[in-house]
T-cell receptor
Framework: DGGITQSPKYLFRKEGQNVTLSCEQN?????MYWYRQDPGQGLRLIYY???????QKGDIAEGYSVSREKKESFPLTVTSAQKNPTAFYLC?????????????FGSGTQLSVL | AQRVTQPEKLLSVFKGAPVELKCNYS??????LFWYVQYSRQRLQLLLR??SRESIKGFTADLNKGETSFHLKKPFAQEEDSAMYYC?????????????FGAGTRLAVHP
């Protein structure tokens, strides 16, 4: 079954804790993205990666970090520096970085602060 | 600044009625525009893109550069069209697909 898998579905973070959200794809896509979704605000780009071992900051990268050591995987770490982490996080991928490429989305992770 | 505005948070219509979900954008160049849809308990997925000039599930959208709009239309709404709809813009500069999304409009089609 091809697609993008995000885990966990729900995640709780304690004060001062770093947490990592997993995103794996078996679509052989080069480009991967992390979006944050807040109620009434649509999706905002956190980080994106065009190719393995390369990634770029999006519009709201502060308090987040990523890695792209494998083509299939693009984990997102929400650090303690992110003061308002409660949100729904969506991972996406595309075949390449062309501007008209269709994005394939995961099912999302809901992160909440304890 | 690059921005996508969807002025309606909720659009409620009856089955068979025409539907128009509004989308306005702010971008200095020639953008590429998309509509994404999220049905209940499903993933966000592409509905259509302006470059393809296609009709998907009876929906069409025309890019109006003069009015900087990309409204989504369907002549006769169906109950299965009920979903969250997001308009998105892809800036051409930089060559990366960094979509800018609107806040979304929830379409509710009543029987």
């Amino acid at each position: 079954d091809g697609g993008i898998t995000q885990s966990p579905k729900y995640l709780f973070r304690k004060e001062g804790q770093n947490v990592t959200l997993s995103c794996e794809q078996n679509l052989n896509h080069d480009a991967m993205y992390w979006y944050r979704q807040d109620p009434g605000q649509g999706l905002r780009l956190i980080y994106y990666s065009q190719i393995v071992n390369d990634f770029q900051k999006g519009d709201i990268a502060e308090g987040y970090s990523v890695s792209r050591e494998k083509k299939e995987s693009f984990p997102l770490t929400v650090t303690s520096a992110q003061k308002n982490p409660t949100a729904f996080y969506l991972c996406a991928s595309t075949t390449g970085a062309a501007t008209n490429e269709k994005l394939f989305f995961g099912s999302g992770t809901q992160l909440s602060v304890l | 600044a690059q921005r996508v505005t969807q002025p309606e948070k909720l659009l409620s219509v009856f089955k068979g009625a025409p539907v128009e979900l509004k989308c306005n954008y702010s971008y200095s160049g020639s953008p590429e525009l998309f509509w994404y849809v999220q049905y209940s308990r499903q993933r966000l997925q592409l509905l259509l893109r302006h470059i393809s000039r296609e009709s998907i599930k009876g929906f069409t959208a025309d890019l109006n550069k003069g009015e900087t709009s990309f409204h989504l239309k369907k002549p006769f709404a169906q109950e299965e069209d009920s979903a969250m709809y997001y308009c998105a813009l892809s800036p051409i500069s930089g060559g990366y697909n960094k979509l800018i999304f609107g806040a979304g409009t929830r379409l509710a089609v009543h029987p």
